[in-house]
């Protein structure tokens, strides 16, 4: 893991601002965290194993706070006001909470779960920052979304269609803001793909975690609106794009 001295870490602005990752106990998410935590800032981590929750604590135990918490349960936004409190406040919402698998069985409640936490849980949680920062009149809500929600793919369709969710509820904030002056931050990041446990096959272009993480990071700092990471992705992106849907259905 990086130290926060070395250059290709964004500083945190404000120094000491408090962060809230969802979906902290692995993966990007945890990576996240403890970049936040080297910087000095007051980190929430949420997940649904408390003893990964637990570790970072005793790691951090000045500045990291934590609630365990199951983003397909109501219940969640009782556990958010809760955790912002115990932080003294809330500048910046990571949603890094996600399921995603190939699901050529289209088994239903896999289809289901990845529902339940890519669309329901975000809807939720981002909805509680968005009226959090509109009271707080400054905020940031930045979701870790995916290539996969750029074009239809037949093999994970609900991981697919859920990720393009997040793509358009984020654009829909942010012009809901636009439209209402405030002065909300958002930044949707778009990765292809990175090692972590959720990955279970070989793909094209893969980076490390390690390197996967740092380029988000920076991403967010720099308040990024919309980032492809890593990014030679941007010129494979547009291509895709190009390719009508009917072609599309057909050949993929």
Same mark, same amino acid.
């Given at each position: 893991?990086?130290?926060?001295?070395?250059?290709?870490?964004?500083?945190?602005?404000?120094?000491?601002?408090?962060?809230?990752?969802?979906?902290? =106990?692995?993966? &990007?998410?945890?990576?996240?965290? +403890?970049?936040?935590?080297?910087?000095?800032?007051?980190?929430?981590?949420?997940? +649904? +194993?408390?003893?990964?929750?637990?570790?970072?604590?005793?790691?951090?135990?000045?500045?990291?706070?934590?609630?365990?918490?199951?983003?397909?349960?109501?219940?969640?936004?009782?556990?958010?006001?809760?955790?912002?409190?115990?932080?003294?406040?809330?500048?910046?919402?990571?949603?890094?909470?996600? &399921?995603?698998?190939?699901?050529? @069985?289209?088994?239903?409640?896999?289809?289901?779960?990845?529902?339940?936490?890519?669309?329901?849980?975000?809807?939720?949680?981002? %909805?509680?920052?968005?009226?959090?920062?509109?009271?707080?009149?400054?905020?940031? &809500?930045?979701?870790?979304?995916?290539?996969?929600?750029?074009?239809?793919?037949?093999?994970?369709? @609900?991981?697919?269609?859920?990720?393009?969710?997040?793509?358009?509820? =984020?654009?829909?904030?942010?012009?809901?803001?636009?439209?209402? +002056?405030?002065?909300i931050l958002f930044?949707?990041?778009?990765?292809?793909?990175?090692? =972590?446990?959720?990955?279970?096959?070989?793909?094209?272009?893969?980076?490390?975690?390690?390197?996967?993480?740092?380029?988000?990071?920076?991403?967010?700092?720099?308040?990024?609106?919309?980032? %492809?990471?890593?990014?030679?992705?941007?010129? &494979?992106?547009p291509l895709w794009?190009?390719?009508?849907?009917?072609?599309?259905?057909?050949?993929?």
């Amino acid at each position: 893991m990086p130290q926060s001295s070395k250059p290709y870490l964004v500083k945190a602005d404000p120094p000491g601002k408090r962060v809230m990752i969802v979906g902290a =106990t692995s993966g &990007i998410g945890r990576e996240l965290a +403890r970049y936040y935590l080297l910087q000095g800032c007051v980190v929430g981590v949420t997940g +649904r +194993r408390e003893e990964k929750l637990a570790e970072l604590k005793a790691e951090f135990p000045e500045s990291c706070r934590f609630r365990p918490m199951d983003v397909r349960r109501q219940v969640c936004v009782d556990i958010f006001s809760d955790l912002v409190e115990e932080m003294g406040g809330l500048d910046l919402l990571i949603y890094c909470a996600g &399921i995603g698998t190939q699901n050529p @069985a289209l088994d239903l409640e896999l289809e289901w779960c990845t529902v339940k936490t890519n669309v329901d849980g975000y809807v939720c949680l981002s %909805t509680c920052a968005y009226n959090y920062f509109k009271k707080q009149r400054s905020g940031h &809500i930045a979701v870790i979304s995916s290539l996969a929600g750029i074009r239809a793919l037949r093999q994970s369709p @609900a991981y697919s269609a859920s990720k393009r969710f997040q793509i358009q509820y =984020t654009s829909c904030l942010a012009q809901k803001a636009n439209h209402e +002056r405030l002065p909300i931050l958002f930044t949707t990041i778009v990765p292809g793909f990175i090692r =972590t446990d959720m990955l279970k096959y070989k793909y094209p272009f893969t980076i490390s975690l390690e390197k996967g993480s740092r380029l988000i990071y920076n991403k967010i700092e720099k308040r990024r609106r919309f980032s %492809t990471v890593p990014g030679r992705w941007r010129w &494979i992106e547009p291509l895709w794009k190009m390719i009508p849907n009917m072609l599309w259905e057909k050949i993929w």
